[in-house]
């Protein structure tokens, strides 16, 4: 592209959103192209720059928005939505230059509705933001991830987030109502008033999860819960992971807990024992029980009843509340790994006939093929049908070479997503694929990738959203 037709492009972005709202300086540019994955944060730490776009455009709204995608369409300029920068897939990295999209201007809450149960807000806001809007009135969103504070409403969606409250209310494809989206070609669209119906597929599900390569989503109207009136805690030890399964397989039949995580003997003897205290080995378990209260004093005895039958040993409410007041400290420096080490989050989910045999198969491989690394466990979300594993490995000796280190990190990343694989499991459960895991999408579906790359194809047929990620 030469200066003059650039500058001609600039000047329409600028017209969209207001100069103010453009920037093509070399500050900002640097800004949006490193966030959370660990390959764009190694490449820069290493002097290196990441791919960077072009023009940093910041819309307020769905119409500015709209605009900004017929420019892009007309000029077939790649656009890459960026939220706050804090995914760990490289999902907002410009690959391919052109536009970024900031959503941060959409950072609105526009009402509480208390007889619709939701909250309206633009997909640029702060999470933990409608969270207050939502307290403010009495009420709670009940999304609690530990990037509460740092992520926006739209960065979830994108990426199908899930908070630690998911097994009593779900993942936040289940706190959606009504989303407004705008398509690649600048039409503006609104999915159904209702997510459950039987007028076709749910149009939510089409656009959660996918990572802004099929439509920028602007607005959306989130579910808001009545506080509980009762919460309690529990923490429990378990002996082997085998009856931890169980217990947790036999109780997700009976109700369902707010919180239910179970950490594997490598994270109790250390991050449990750091931050909660838990001295003694064993596999931990928090378990988090909210609602009615004549409702949580019942379900407290189911509890204990079905987890005394597999030899659990109950540790009473002390761990399990500090558990709770600091379950964002765990991901804190000074206890969640960092550069210079080397780390991922392997997270996948199954049924729970597959899940224990996930994690050893995963370990294996990891520690096998790697010995410099570490692979630590716990799992965090639950449901009547299996659960999910958030899986790690750290390694302290990293090399020199960034090089080197990259293809280092993709091969541990290949060698424990394919063991996933091929014993039952997913690519991801709820970070999301982005840029690191796309050439393992076609790995997991087989002819089944030709449905989503049909949607991409209909809704993009200049390929301009979010280019090379989800495999797409």
Known sequence: MNDFLFDMIVSEVEDAVGRENCSTRTIDKITHSVDYFWLSRMWADRGLRMPEAD?????????????????????????????????????????????????????????VNEQ?????????????????????????????????????????????????????????????LQMEVVLPNGDIIYTSPAPKHAAGPDLNQIFIGSEGTLGI???????????????????????????????????????????????????????????????????????????????VDLEEKILLSTFQKYGAEDLGSEYGEKWWKEKI???????????????????TIAPYDKIEKIYWAMKEAVETNFPMARFIAHFSHWYEWGCMIYDRFIIDDVPKDPHEA????????????????????????????????????KEQYGPAMQVFEGIKKQLDPNGILNPY????
């Open 55 to 111: 023009i940093i455009a910041s819309p307020a709204n769905a119409k500015e928005t709209s605009a900004i995608l017929k420019i892009a369409n007309y000029y077939k300029i790649p656009v890459t939505t960026w939220g706050a920068g804090g995914g760990t897939q490289g999902g907002a990295i410009p690959v391919c230059g052109g536009i970024v999209l900031d959503t941060k201007r959409m950072n609105q809450i526009f009402e």
């Open 116 to 176: 619709g149960m939701y909250i309206e807000c633009g997909t640029g806001a702060i999470y933990k933001h409608v969270e207050w809007a939502a307290n403010e009135r009495g009420y709670a969103t009940m999304h609690y991830p530990s990037s509460l504070t740092c992520s926006t409403v739209g960065g979830f969606l994108a990426h199908r987030g899930i908070g630690v409250c998911s097994t009593k209310y779900g993942k936040i494809d289940d706190m959606v």
């Open 217 to 295: 989503m602007t607005k959306a109207q989130m579910r808001i819960f009545q506080q509980p009136e009762s919460r309690k805690f529990r923490g429990f030890l378990f002996h082997n992971m085998t009856d931890a399964f169980q217990a947790g397989r036999e109780l997700l039949q009976k109700f369902k807990p707010s919180v239910m995580r179970l950490y594997d003997e490598a994270e109790t003897s250390s991050l449990i024992k750091d931050i909660v205290g838990v001295s003694k080995p064993g596999a931990f378990m928090n378990i988090a029980i909210e609602g009615v209260a004549e409702m």
């Open 329 to 347: 400290t765990f991901f804190y420096p000074g206890h969640m790994m960092d550069l210079p080490q080397m780390f991922g989050t392997m997270d």
């Open 406 to 441: 990259l293809r280092l990190h993709n091969a541990i990343w290949s060698c424990g997503v394919r063991t996933a694989l091929a014993n039952g499991g997913v690519i991801n459960d709820h970070h999301g694929v982005g840029l690191k895991l796309g050439r393992l999408m």
């Open 469 to 472: 990620k989800l495999g797409l």
